[in-house]
């Protein structure tokens, strides 16, 4: 059988971007393998330095992936920080990781072609990514396209090291990615990112959500006129929660004319609202009873760490630690 990896940082409130490119994936392959879902709060703190809102935050994550589907039964939901062991791998591996392979990876060109100053954790995380893929034997790694290259990374690592201490002693794991969700576009066309400050939250307000949709960035084009649907951030977001008619049917509209974005927004609204009710309606449900979500998670958390023991009994023995 195999072993599903994946991970998701409480840096806020998961958004349209999370839940495409990672959380219903990593639902559905609940039902192929063995799913190992983890909640980054390591990889947070090189962002959050709010340990209230990094509690808050972890826990809201854990409410969303539960409320949209993930199964306990199937699929071990962890804290990070529950397996101590991440770190303690993640050193190991740095040991073996050259710099100039970190300096290539995107987030760090990122940061300097921005003038922002990197900290070590920003530098390094690719490494703690490494050691979270691999201190569970991943087989799979369900990621939004930028994110392969640190699936890349961790194969580079591992294959290295077990060139050194023998063939088998870590898992070379493979990326799986949806093409057509690899990427959700945000308010602005961007790419949805909490970064960029354009994202859409799965459980927002009805209110605040109306606002959001009728927010969206379009061009100066005319009410009368036809318009571009393949161009469009209202309909890349339509396509993600409407039916095949109804997207057909708005794309016909945008090329004929006569329709405003405005109305385009208001479907986009319509159909938001309705994809994600019953989500909605489970996390209300799920919030009421907040001691049994930690449960789900102190749980998993043991369960995560006992696979994470062997794995670095077995690790430690080969780099002479043991």
């Known amino acids: 059988m195999k072993r599903i990896l994946s991970g998701i940082k409480p840096t ?16 559905e392959w ?17 962002s959050v330095h709010d340990p209230k809102a990094l509690r808050e935050n972890t826990r809201a994550v854990a409410l969303d992936f539960l409320a949209c589907g993930l199964d306990p039964a199937k699929a071990v939901l962890f804290r990070q920080s529950d397996v101590p062991e991440h770190t303690e791998l993640a050193w ?10 970190l300096e290539n990876c995107h987030a760090f060109k990122d ?21 979270d893929i691999l201190l569970y034997d991943s087989n799979v790694v369900p990621v939004g396209r930028d994110q392969k290259q640190h699936v890349e990374v961790t194969r580079d690592i591992a294959g290295s090291i077990n060139r050194t201490y023998g063939e088998g002693l870590f ?12 990427t959700v ?17 799965l459980f927002e307000e ?20 036809p318009k571009d649907p393949a161009g469009s951030s209202i309909g890349a977001l339509y396509r993600l929660v409407a039916g095949e008619a109804d997207v057909e049917k708005m794309e016909a509209d945008f090329r004929a004319g006569g329709t405003g974005y405005g109305d385009f927004k208001k479907r986009l609204f319509e159909s938001l609202w309705e994809f994600f009710r019953p989500m ?13 979500v930690d449960a789900i998670v102190k749980a998993a958390g043991e369960r995560a760490r006992a696979v994470a023991h062997r794995t670095m009994e077995r690790v430690r023995t080969a780099v002479g630690l043991r």
Do not use: W
């Open 111 to 131: 940061h300097l072609a921005k003038n922002k100053t990197p900290n070590h954790g920003l530098f390094a995380y690719p490494v703690l990514m490494a050691a």
């Open 12 to 27: 806020g409130a998961p958004h349209l971007g999370n839940y495409f490119g990672m959380m219903k994936p990593a639902i």
């Open 280 to 292: 909605r309606q489970r996390r209300a449900e799920l919030a009421s009873d907040p001691g049994a």
């Open 206 to 225: 009805e209110k605040a959500l109306r606002k959001k949709i009728m927010s969206i960035v379009t061009d100066s084009t005319p009410v009368e006129a």
């Open 92 to 101: 190991l591996l740095s040991c073996h990781t050259p710099m100039p392979m």
């Open 185 to 201: 576009v945000g308010l602005d066309g961007q790419k949805m990112s909490k970064s960029y400050n354009n994202t859409i939250g």
């Open 30 to 46: 609940q039902e192929k393998g063995e799913a190992f879902y983890f909640i980054a709060d390591y990889h947070a703190l090189t």
């Open 171 to 182: 898992v070379i794991p493979e990326a799986s990615i949806i093409p057509q969700l690899a």
